[in-house]
Antibody, heavy 123, light 111 residues
Framework: EVQLLESGGGLVQPGGSLRLSCAAS????????MSWVRQAPGKGLEWVSS????????YYADSVKGRFTISRDNSKNTLYLQMNSLRAEDTAVYYC????????????????WGQGTLVTVSS | QSVLTQPPSVSGAPGQRVTISCTGS?????????VHWHQQLPGTAPKLLIY???NRPSGVPDRFSGSKSGTSASLAITGLQAEDEADYYC???????????FGGGTKLTVL
């Protein structure tokens, strides 16, 4: 069974940093693209970032470009999201989601999703 | 404002059929990119419901179906049940943004 378990969320002050982790199991992690998607309280889903299976290709939403960095350690089956210069509008539940393999992976679906970790940016 | 437009809410009585639309543009759905649908039950993480416009993952009832035409896609739910009450999101790719895009979400209420 595929499992994704996020951790690292919490309360951080504006301008601060936080690193999220997503521990994966139940599939060949290095083969699949992975993504982060967030959901602000009471709002819809917003794609944040995606990374290829090898880690060599990354994509970011304009809202986080230059502040967030996605990475992965395939030896540890773990996905990361380093978040710097955090703003109040970054407050959200952050989900990691398993993508697909092969070419054109960015246009494909997310399945499954982790349970999410809450990040609150406030003074 | 979401790149993909969904109605904020839809409703139906048990046993009825409802549809949820997802309207895009020439840089996403209209460009030929697939549409995927996710269901988010209250207080839980999203779950894949339809992938590649019209395909159901294993375990998803055939009451759920998806279609795509031109710059729009639709999710249809037949034989509505109380447990279908959830938020539904469409997902696609936008070439202008070079990234994944979601609809704003539609809240389904079973009357």
């Amino acid at each position: 069974e595929v499992q994704l378990l996020e951790s690292g969320g919490g309360l951080v002050q504006p301008g601060g940093s936080l690193r999220l982790s997503c521990a994966a199991s139940g599939f060949t992690f290095s083969t699949y693209a992975m993504s982060w998607v967030r959901q602000a309280p009471g709002k819809g889903l917003e794609w944040v970032s995606s990374i290829s299976g090898s880690g060599g290709t990354t994509y970011y939403a304009d809202s986080v470009k230059g502040r967030f960095t996605i990475s992965r350690d395939n030896s540890k089956n773990t996905l990361y999201l380093q978040m710097n210069s955090l703003r109040a509008e970054d407050t959200a539940v952050y989900y990691c989601a398993k993508g697909q393999t092969g070419s054109g992976w960015l246009v494909k679906w997310f399945d499954p999703w982790g349970q999410g970790t809450l990040v609150t940016v406030s003074s | 404002q979401s790149v993909l437009t969904q109605p904020p809410s839809v409703s139906g009585a048990p046993g009825q059929r409802v549809t949820i639309s997802c309207t895009g543009s020439s840089s996403n759905i209209g460009a030929g990119y697939d549409v995927h649908w996710h269901q988010q039950l209250p207080g839980t993480a999203p779950k894949l419901l339809i992938y590649g416009n019209s395909n159901r993952p294993s375990g998803v009832p055939d009451r759920f179906s998806g279609s795509k035409s031109g710059t729009s896609a639709s999710l249809a739910i037949t034989g509505l049940q109380a447990e279908d009450e959830a938020d539904y999101y469409c997902q696609s790719y936008d070439s202008g943004l070079s990234g994944v895009v979601f609809g704003g979400g539609t809240k389904l209420t079973v009357l």
